[in-house]
């Protein structure tokens, strides 16, 4: 493996650091897909994919240190090569990359405090990942959530002291957007589909969502609720 001095601190200098890596293996297993095709010889030692901080990749044995200095990619992506479906191979790496560039990031952020992680995954999250990108899929924008409520209660924001107030005018310039994005959102008790005209909650702890009717919530009941525990949750807590 190459030796890449980096050492970023903030926030700004390890979302850097995460975006120039994961250029790297979007490039691997897009543009130079062949050349990444043809290293990856089932033949050859445990090999992994690495994406460096100058936007290259690399696909090499893994680190001889013990601890390494960063945390390492998934091992042996070369053996499965030639027994899977090549677009699936690919994907499978892709999945493996993002959980590693993740790691990677939080490694480095380790000393963070809690609001700077959170700003560092909201910069990472804003991005495709790296498995959207190669299996061409349209990342899906994020569903309402217990503190946004659903169309019954308008688009809501929960501020600090928990209380939350509507925008009844934004929700109505987002119904038929949200329409689409939760068509394919089904009921954790029912099993039924998302529709615009019921009321549904989210649980805080599975992010499952739920017809409110399914359990016993109701629109009035869920705006004094900071945080939402379906029955499976609750039933896990006492276990």
């Not at 990359?97 to 959170?118: I, P, Q, T």
């Not at 909201?122 to 349209?138: A, G, H, I, M």
């Not at 308008?154 to 107030?165: F, L």
Request: glycine fraction near 6%.
């Amino acid at each position: 493996m190459a030796s890449f001095s980096s050492n970023p601190r903030t926030v700004e200098e390890i979302f850097k650091d995460y975006s120039a890596r994961r250029a790297g293996i979007v490039r691997a297993l897009t543009e130079d897909v062949d050349e990444f095709y043809g290293l990856c010889d089932p033949e050859k030692e445990n090999l992994c994919l690495y994406g460096h901080p100058n936007e290259t990749w690399e696909v090499s044995l893994p680190a001889e240190e013990v601890p390494p200095e960063l945390p390492e990619p998934a091992l042996g992506i070369n053996f499965a090569r030639d027994g899977m479906n090549r677009r699936d191979w690919l994907s499978l790496i892709a999945v493996h990359s993002d959980c590693w560039l993740l790691s990677v990031a939080f490694y480095l952020g380790a000393r963070l405090n809690r609001n700077e992680r959170k700003r560092l995954f909201s910069l990472v999250n804003d991005l495709p990942t790296v498995f959207e990108v190669v299996t061409e899929r349209k990342p899906v924008r994020d569903k309402p959530n217990v503190d946004s409520g659903n169309k019954s209660r308008g688009s809501t924001k929960r501020y600090n002291d928990g209380q939350a107030k509507s925008n009844p005018k934004l929700a109505e310039e987002s119904y038929e957007e949200d329409e689409d994005e939760h068509s394919e959102t089904l009921c954790g008790s029912c099993g039924g589909n998302y529709s615009a005209d019921e009321f549904w909650i989210g649980c805080d702890i599975c992010e499952r969502w739920y017809h409110g009717k399914c359990v016993k919530i109701t629109p009035a009941k869920a705006e004094n609720i900071k945080q939402y525990k379906c029955p499976s949750c609750m039933k896990r807590g006492r276990q």
